[in-house]
């Protein structure tokens, strides 16, 4: 079996995975990169919008205290604010650092880093790039790799010597020696053969898990991989009852049902009717935002134009509240024909300034649904976005409860709290990337000695099973049925008796995927790809519902039905989700959210803290205002 | 096709497919198109280079033009200048007749229309092409594509000499058919030029800071626009460089008689 | 609105393989990787195709569709007659791993041999300033989703396996004008454009451009302009007497 040795192995190599082994070999360490898909590809591409970096080259008022603020109020107070104020602080450096390494952003009249608009951010804050601002980011990060890899060519005449792609190669388990991480067995999906890594350290990266949805904006790689790995190596996850679902998803044609509409078409105008023709999202702005958002179209409209007099369009609304007016507006039957609502930009501007400042939204209506936003509108709904919920880690370090883990991007929880706003998601990959792939080669600095890694056999037979099984289900089936129950009954609105029922589906669709069979030989076969990934996702999807059913209130990216309440006692508590001993399925406890820090607590006012924290927390506040 | 290199020789091989293409559309359209009209301008200029009748007052066909021999007839000369002397007995049309017809020849796009149509060096996009081996414009002759600049500026001077033909005859016969079309013409040829690649790299394609040199970027966005269009204006101007010269020569031969000719 | 269509997919590993026909049902707004992806969840599960955002961003999807090479999540069904058989074969110019999908390492290789972004030693990061009008340029090439069609369709190597070693392709050629344009770079990369990376192989016959998903203007608005830089640097006397003299008096 071809084996190989290195100080850290990145899984992943999206935003976060490749500034993780970035970092890792900028410290001096042996990196190695394993991704699913080539090299450039990864799903980091998708994102649109931008970086949110609180440089305040548009307005000089903002900086990091303000998007602290931002980033705590989108997720509900739910957020590690310790991650929450290193990523506002890091931002601007983090961005900073790309122009260095080649990236083009746009620009404002002095020449900086131009920033825009996007919904929760109360200033103009993410640097951009028309809107593909994640294809820059990747390309970005990919240039810089190959950069250390001529630099790497020069000293030592190997290019891969320090840091090396295994592209479209997959992980299928982390490897252990006692209670640490030791390596990683994964499979070249080109050839099948396997592949072993021996490794002290694991940074995962490996984003979401969107594929356990239909309706998803996620691409096949998000299958789950890292949340999987690391329940299966014995970490925790934490939020996993916190989805995305964001707002303005393509609904029709049904083959790109889901892909999404960046955010920037409202932020740069664009107004949200339904089929009344009535600009809905005045009717929804909930009373912890009634004092931000304009109350009538004239002042909305004015705010395009003059944004320090006047408050801000509920369409810019954080994507929680839009996505579930949006779903509400489609129940009560004022849907747009193809079950969506209309998102109008063609009446709003000009055509000439749609394809300059939205070119591949212009050109994705166009070539996917024949529709030209310039002259007519689009029509959106929810779609299954990001998941908040992620590997339970250390905020300065990025390491998991396992020695040896690292996680960071999607696949790590808490930065975002209950819900993640649009923009700080490319500034997270960048922060707390990096602060993986340092904590990463700290971590391998400090260790006495190299693991050796155990239980490789088993790992790889596990994999190999469903290619020496004849005549049994089809993997696409069970894929299918996952992803319908996941969408019908743990979507956007929950409630527990579906929840319950998702749960007994799941059970069974467990004991189908143990008898899943993929034809045909092990070169490059998606049947058996799909099968092993079928593992992950059956995890994942079951942590979601399990923690979706126990957290009773609504706050962010969960809703119940049953109980439509944001409740301060819930705020404390965090739902750690972890494996049971036989891998059978997931259990679930209760951890306390530990308070606050006195000098960030103190950047909130009481009035507005009154409406998330219980009594006993806001005696703590009074007690560290009156401190400071 | 295959590899020595490989280091699994499987690997290494490209799907076998043993036809040259597996279009499905009138892929052979276009450059059969593009070789008839080349072809027409090439015969057309041939023959025009040898027939004799390009000066009729006030119009001097475009072919001919500027008429720098001492065998023109003394209104044709161009400011009235014949520095060839009567030692120089070939078709004063040759003296010239470098500089256009190298600028079209280096031109980007004729040379794409032409290694398309003419050489099938790609006769078309994903299909094969007929030759054994390939060096491009890496070394001679092709290299010499590379001059095409010096071809810009000499096809300057022969635009600048078709509009002052132009406005000559505009001045002598104003409302003559013939003058018309000279001005179309020269207008044609004239955006032809400015539209040359060559032409936006020395307005501002060359600088990698537009702001510091906003005229010369505005220049660069004009020629940009126009560049846009080069294919269409090559087109445009081959024929109406034709038809201008046709006429011109029709007139003089006495055929085309009307009054306002 | 479904309909029946007839598809010939060529299949086949390592280079073996044949066309292989296919009946498969077709619904209404679907393009040509639903098909095949239809293909896999019924037919043939184990059809190789790579994909991954199937909403033409991420350039991996790349095949060729009828003999012409296209991204196959960005192919509308309604492009063609009902009639019609619809033949998908991998890129030719790449070595073939497995059905649809290439063996695309040569264009790794060949981005690594350019390189990077040089930006002087003295600017930090948060320090540049750079003007919209001047990044734009190098924006535009930056739209590239690396789908490697341009590559692939380029007769240069598609014809002439041999010029892969000497050929860097429209797409690095395209990096090279970007990074050449970039207000910031530092190295000088005309003269290993020309010398190095094989520039003087492009006959501008424009099937890059042709191809290009992003409607990227890669030889109007990179190759040729860089074909004119090298012009300046090394085939034009005038230039050269210019900056002699130049630099003699400054």
């Known amino acids: 079996m071809e084996r190989h040795e290195y100080d850290v192995v990145v899984i992943g190599a999206g935003g976060a995975g490749l500034r993780a082994a970035i970092e890792a070999r900028q410290q001096g360490k042996r990196t190695a990169i394993v991704c699913k898909s080539l090299f450039g590809k990864a799903h980091t591409v998708m994102a649109e919008g931008g970086a949110a970096a609180a440089m305040g080259n548009v307005n000089s008022d903002d900086n990091w205290m303000v998007h602290f603020r931002d980033t705590m109020r989108g997720g509900k107070f739910l957020n590690n604010w310790r991650m929450a104020e290193l990523h506002a602080k890091e931002a601007p450096d983090r961005v900073w650092e790309l122009e260095a390494w080649g990236a083009l952003f746009d620009r404002t009249k002095d020449g900086k880093i131009s920033q825009r608009n996007f919904g929760g951010h109360e200033y103009p804050r993410l640097a951009h790039v028309g809107d593909r601002t994640g294809l820059e980011l990747i390309r970005t990060l990919q240039q810089r790799v190959v950069a250390l890899q001529q630099e790497d060519e020069k000293l030592h005449g190997d290019p891969e010597a320090y840091i090396k792609v295994f592209a479209e190669c997959t992980v299928t388990r982390l490897l252990k020696d006692g209670d640490a991480i030791a390596g990683a067995l994964g499979y070249w999906r080109e050839t099948g053969d396997f592949i072993v890594f021996d490794a002290p350290a694991v940074v995962l990266a490996t984003g979401g898990i969107g594929k356990s949805y239909v309706v998803t904006s996620n691409s096949w790689e998000y299958t789950g991989d890292g949340h999987a790995l690391a329940l299966l190596a014995g970490a925790k996850l934490i939020n996993m009852e916190f989805i995305q679902f964001h707002p303005t998803g393509m609904v029709w044609p049904p083959s790109v049902r889901g892909i999404l509409v960046t955010e920037s078409v409202r932020g740069d105008g664009g107004v949200l009717r339904n089929s009344e023709g009535r600009r809905f999202m005045f009717d929804y702005i909930p009373d912890v935002f009634k004092d931000k958002y304009a109350t009538t179209e004239e002042e909305a409209d004015r705010w395009y134009d003059d944004q320090a007099n006047n408050r801000r369009p509920p369409e810019l609304l954080p994507r929680d509240e839009v996505a579930r007016a949006i779903n509400a507006e489609v129940k009560a039957g004022r849907g747009s024909p193809q079950g969506g609502v209309f998102l109008d930009v063609s009446t709003r501007l000009p055509a000439a300034e749609i394809t300059r400042r939205l070119p591949s939204m212009h050109h994705q209506f166009k070539e996917l649904a024949d529709v030209d936003i310039t002259r007519e509108p689009m029509q959106v709904g929810p779609t299954c976005h990001y998941i908040m919920g992620g590997v339970e880690v250390d905020a300065d370090t990025g390491a998991a409860s396992v020695p040896g883990l690292f996680a960071a991007g999607e696949v790590s929880g808490g930065m975002h709290g209950s819900n993640r706003l649009g923009g700080n998601s490319l500034s997270d990959l960048l922060v707390f990337g990096r602060r993986a792939g340092a904590g990463a080669a700290a971590y391998v600095d400090g260790l006495p000695k190299r693991p050796t890694v155990t239980g490789v056999e088993e790992a790889r037979a596990e994999a190999i099973l469903p290619l020496e099984r004849t005549g049994g289900e089809n993997p696409y089936e069970v894929h299918h049925e996952l992803q319908r129950t996941m969408n019908d009954l743990v979507g956007i609105i929950r409630k527990a008796e579906e929840i319950r029922e998702a749960l007994e589906v799941i059970e069974k669709l467990k004991e189908r995927a143990k008898n899943t069979a993929a034809a045909g030989s092990r070169i490059y076969n998606p049947g058996w790809h799909l099968a092993i990934d079928l593992r992950n996702m059956l995890i994942v999807s079951e942590a979601v519902a399990k923690a979706a059913l126990l957290r009773e209130e609504s706050r962010g990216g969960h809703t119940r039905d049953d109980y439509p309440g944001m409740s301060p006692e819930w705020r404390r508590k965090l739902l750690l989700v972890s494996l049971t001993p036989d891998e059978s399925g997931v259990r679930i406890e209760e951890k306390v959210q530990p308070s606050m820090r006195g000098d960030l607590i103190s950047l909130f006012e009481r009035s507005e803290l009154e409406k998330y924290l219980t009594e006993d927390e806001l005696a703590e506040y009074d007690a560290a205002v009156k401190e400071s | ?261 | 609105m479904g309909y029946k269509a007839k598809f010939r997919i060529w299949r086949g590993e390592g280079g073996e393989g044949r066309l292989e026909d296919f009946t498969v049902e077709v619904n209404e707004g679907e393009v040509v990787l639903d098909v095949i992806h239809r293909l896999q969840a019924t037919q043939a599960p184990d059809l190789a195709v790579r994909w991954n955002c199937k909403a033409g961003k991420c350039g991996s999807c790349s095949m060729e569709i009828n003999g012409r090479p296209r991204l196959g999540c960005m192919t509308r069904m309604s492009t063609f007659e009902e009639t019609e058989t619809i033949t998908v074969t991998p890129m030719r110019t790449f070595p073939v791993i497995k059905d649809l999908v290439t063996d695309v390492s040569f264009n790794y290789q060949k981005a690594r041999e350019i390189p990077s972004f040089t930006p002087p030693s003295d600017v930090k990061p948060g320090e540049y300033r750079m003007q919209q009008v001047d990044v734009e340029r190098s924006q535009e090439f930056r739209k590239c989703i690396e789908c490697f069609m341009c590559q692939n369709v380029c007769h240069v190597i598609r014809d002439h396996e041999e010029n892969k070693q000497a050929f860097a392709g429209p797409r690095f050629l395209m990096r090279i004008a970007e990074l050449d344009m970039h207000p910031y770079d530092v190295l000088e990369r005309k003269e290993s454009a020309q010398e190095d990376h094989g520039l003087g192989y492009c006959n501008i016959t424009k099937c890059c451009t042709e191809v290009c998903p992003e409607h990227i203007k890669i030889t109007d608005n990179a190759l040729i302009p860089m074909k004119e830089r090298v012009v300046d640097r090394k085939y034009d006397p005038l230039v050269w007497l210019g900056s002699k003299i130049f630099k003699r008096s400054s």
């Open chain 2, 1 to 261: 096709m295959t590899q020595t290199t490989a280091e699994s020789p499987v690997r290494k091989q490209r799907a076998q497919l043993r036809v040259r293409t597996l279009r499905t559309d009138r892929w052979w359209l276009a450059p059969a198109l593009t070789f008839a009209g080349l072809m027409s301008f090439l015969i057309y200029g041939f023959w025009a280079i040898f027939d004799k009748s390009y000066f009729v007052d006030p119009y001097i066909a475009p072919f001919s033009s500027p008429c720098l021999a001492t065998s023109c007839p003394p209104g044709a000369r161009f400011l009235g200048l014949a520095p060839f002397g009567d030692w120089y007995g070939l078709p004063p049309g040759l003296l010239i007749l470098g500089l256009p017809g190298g600028f079209r020849l280096t031109c980007y796009y004729y040379r794409k229309s032409y290694y398309r149509s003419f050489w099938l060096s790609p006769p078309a996009c994903a299909v094969a092409e007929p030759h054994g081996k390939y060096t491009g414009e890496s070394r001679l002759p092709l290299i010499l594509q590379n001059i095409h600049r010096y071809f810009f500026y000499g096809a300057l001077v022969i635009g600048a000499i078709l509009t002052y033909d132009a406005i000559l005859a505009l001045v002598h016969k104003p409302g003559g058919l013939g003058t018309w079309i000279l001005i179309a013409n020269a207008v044609l040829i004239m955006t032809y030029t400015l539209s040359c690649h060559s032409c936006r790299h020395i307005t501002a394609g060359r600088l990698n800071h537009f702001s510091r040199h906003p005229l010369r970027y505005r220049a660069w966005t004009f020629v940009s626009k126009l560049n846009a269009k080069h294919q269409p204006l090559a087109w445009a101007s081959m024929f109406s460089v034709m038809i201008a010269d046709l006429y011109v020569r029709l007139v003089a031969k006495g055929v085309i008689t009307f009054p306002f000719a």
